[in-house]
């Protein structure tokens, strides 16, 4: 149906819908059910087609061994405007032949005119071949050396070079083809673009939005996964640091992951780094970098890598994640045995059964490792024994990073925390990962006056024990939950229900939960049953 003076054609997320004319960016999510969480960046390109085309030199072309990026030395040579007009012809080509001086993707028909003179090639030259000087029996070929051959070559010979993936065709063979072709577009030169929250603007004819990427994790690095599932449990990923090559979320910076996968970082690749400065930090590169032995690969960006060039530093993306995390700390076996059983999940329930029973934890402890097993063993107590919190982030920022360092609950929803001391009214916990030997407890929160009933305390530096997590049962007005004195004392969160402590004994262990985590278990495994 053709657009009227009253309407728009705006596409999002690569479809395209109809709207009147004056519609807001709001307007846009609601007619389109577009993936997106409230808060998040949305990036817009202004009819971006037109811009795109004037800026394509660069074309990459993946393959079953990595990806190739070419680089058209003239588009206005007549085998420049050849590919131009014809590159998507040339996907799903296999490799006819090779030798040590080049391979040849083909045969296919192309309107060239052969030349029976030799040619001289370059290593990682492309260019047209016509075998027997037929052009219906045109080839894609790739120099991987140095060196002269009468391939039937148009005139103009080489019109593109291989800038990025080099190493990559000597390791093709003839079983491999190209399976995909799609340009590099030079999103630093369109002018008319942006990442914006406000829903209130206005967009036009042919205006491009995009409001989530996907991301398909990889298997190969079941760990880093995790670790980035729980970096994104809200559904976004934060935008600490934007560079041109890479945006960076930094929120799970300081808690380790091993090395795993040793990867070429493509353009949309999405890496961990595992030691030294920035370790857990999180990349998402921009355009391809080499790999790197201390950035671990954990999976790569499958749709909507145009939000994340377009991301600016301070903003939140909406994300999916293939396939969705497996959560079941802190659920009973009633609530996860039917969703993983529609999944091919077998279900080994440990530990306590009873109807009240909560799973604390699972075995294996990866969503990855769950998927290629096709089983878990998940360890459960009663749930009386699993203790929400509420934590004080804005008041004792330093402090509540300790807490859940120490407990896990920066990559878990749920933490093991054993009791090792009880007298009185008064509860002492010491952590199993001892985070006080590398991260500091500086004074913040102190109480003035009186610590109430339930409120969770962390001794700081100034006295010795620094680290002892405590909790009172009645209010003092002299000690903190540690014992110690108020200046002394860090106020971290308060237990909600502290009563459930009544019972327990040294040796003892308890398991937490943030009270702000503990969501529907319909809306954190709904994309399963899909």
């Given amino acids: 149906m053709p657009i009227t003076s009253n309407e728009i054609s705006v596409e999002v997320n690569g479809q395209i819908y109809t709207l009147p004319a004056g519609s807001t960016l709001g307007d846009t999510l609601k007619v389109s059910g577009a993936p997106y969480i409230a808060g998040a960046a949305v990036g817009i390109l202004k009819k971006a087609a037109e811009k795109r085309t004037e800026e394509i030199t660069e074309y990459a072309i993946n393959t079953p061994r990595g990806e190739l990026i070419i680089e058209i030395k003239d588009p206005e040579s007549s085998s420049g405007k050849l590919w131009a007009e014809h590159y998507k012809e040339y ?149 600490d640091v934007v560079t041109s090559s890479f945006i960076s979320d930094d929120s799970l910076r300081e808690v380790s992951v091993p090395y795993e ?29 080499p790999s790197s032995l201390v950035h671990s690969v954990v999976g790569q960006v499958t749709k909507g890598l145009e939000l994340i060039k377009l991301a600016e530093k301070g903003q939140k993306l909406s994300i999916e994640s293939l396939p969705p ?12 045995e039917p969703v ?84 009185d009214d008064t509860y002492l916990f010491k952590t199993e990962e001892e985070v006080v030997k590398y991260k500091e407890v500086l004074p913040e929160n102190t109480p003035a006056d009186r610590v109430l009933a339930g409120e969770i305390g962390v001794t700081n530096q100034a006295a010795k024990r620094m680290g002892t997590i405590g909790v009172r049962l009645v ?38 939960s943030e009270a702000a985590h503990r969501k529907a278990y319909n809306q954190k495994t709904e994309n399963h049953d899909e």
């Fill in 91 to 239: 996907e799903g080509k296999n490799i006819h032949w090779e030798s040590p001086e080049a391979l040849a993707f083909g045969p296919f028909e192309a309107d060239i005119k052969p030349s029976r003179e030799k040619g001289s090639f370059e290593a990682f030259d492309v260019l047209f071949g016509a075998g027997g000087f037929d052009p219906h029996n045109t080839h894609l070929i790739l120099s991987r050396k140095k060196h002269t051959a009468e391939y039937g070559s148009p005139e103009d010979g080489a019109f593109a070079t291989i800038v990025t993936g080099r190493k990559i065709i000597s390791k093709l063979s003839r079983e491999d083809s190209i399976l995909s072709i799609e340009p590099v577009i030079e999103w630093e030169q369109i002018a008319e673009k942006k990442c914006t929250t406000d829903l209130s603007t206005l967009l036009e004819d042919e205006d491009s939005v995009f409001t989530y990427f996907e991301v398909e994790l990889s298997r190969n690095a079941p760990v880093g996964a995790e670790h980035f599932y729980s970096l994104t449990r809200e559904g976004t990923l934060k935008v």
């Fill in 261 to 289: 996968n040793f990867e070429q970082r493509r353009e949309g690749a999405i890496s961990v780094r595992t030691v030294g400065y920035g370790t857990g930090r999180t990349y998402i590169s921009r355009e391809e970098r």
């Fill in 325 to 336: 995390q497996i959560v079941l700390l802190g659920h009973g076996f009633e609530e996860v």
């Fill in 340 to 423: 993983l059983s529609s999944i091919g999940i077998e279900l080994i329930r440990d530990g306590y059964t009873g109807e009240d029973a909560v799973i604390v934890r699972q075995d294996p402890p990866t969503t990855l490792e769950i998927l290629g097993e096709a089983k878990v063993t998940a360890y459960a107590v009663s749930r009386e024994k699993l203790v929400e919190v509420e934590l004080y982030s804005e008041r004792a920022p330093k402090s509540v990073d300790f807490f859940r360092h120490s407990l896990g609950l920066k990559t878990k929803t749920v933490g093991k925390l054993p009791v090792y001391m009880i007298y």
């Fill in 475 to 512: 209010n003092d007005d002299l000690f903190g939950p540690t014992g110690e004195k108020f200046s002394s004392t860090n106020i971290i969160g308060r237990i909600i229900e502290p009563e459930r402590l009544r019972g327990i004994k040294e040796g003892d262990a308890i398991y937490i």
